[in-house]
Nanobody
Framework: QVQLVESGGGVVQPGGSLRLSCATS????????IGWVRQAPGKEREGVTC????????YSAESVKGRFAISRDNAKRTVYLQMNSLKPEDTAVYFC??????????????????YGQGTQVTVSS
């Protein structure tokens, strides 16, 4: 079965950086896109960025462009999210997700993506 295991969340001051990881198993890695979806308290889930595992093409929401970068290591079946210049409004639970196309994840998740359990990111002074 599909397994997506996130790690790397934590508490960071505004302007700081964090790197999230998503280790995957249970599905053909190159047959799906993998992205990061976040959910802040009281808000809908927001797709922030996504990458094609086959050719590395990535897509990002306007809210994170220039600050967040997604990458993948196909040999390790792992996707990373490097988050820089973090802001308090980036505080959310960050979920790793897989889908058929990035358009179905970013900026609004549609259909039935598969999610991991999530990791909390808190940006606060």
């Amino acid at each position: 079965q599909v397994q997506l295991v996130e790690s790397g969340g934590g508490v960071v001051q505004p302007g700081g950086s964090l790197r999230l990881s998503c280790a995957t198993s249970g599905f053909p890695f190159n047959d799906y896109v993998i992205g990061w979806v976040r959910q802040a308290p009281g808000k809908e889930r927001e797709g922030v960025t996504c990458i094609s595992t086959s050719d590395g093409t990535s897509y990002s929401a306007e809210s994170v462009k220039g600050r967040f970068a997604i990458s993948r290591d196909n040999a390790k079946r792992t996707v990373y999210l490097q988050m820089n210049s973090l802001k308090p409004e980036d505080t959310a639970v960050y979920f790793c997700a897989i889908h058929f196309t990035c358009e179905r994840l970013v900026p609004e998740p549609r259909g039935f993506p598969s999610y991991g359990q999530g990791t909390q990111v808190t940006v606060s002074s």
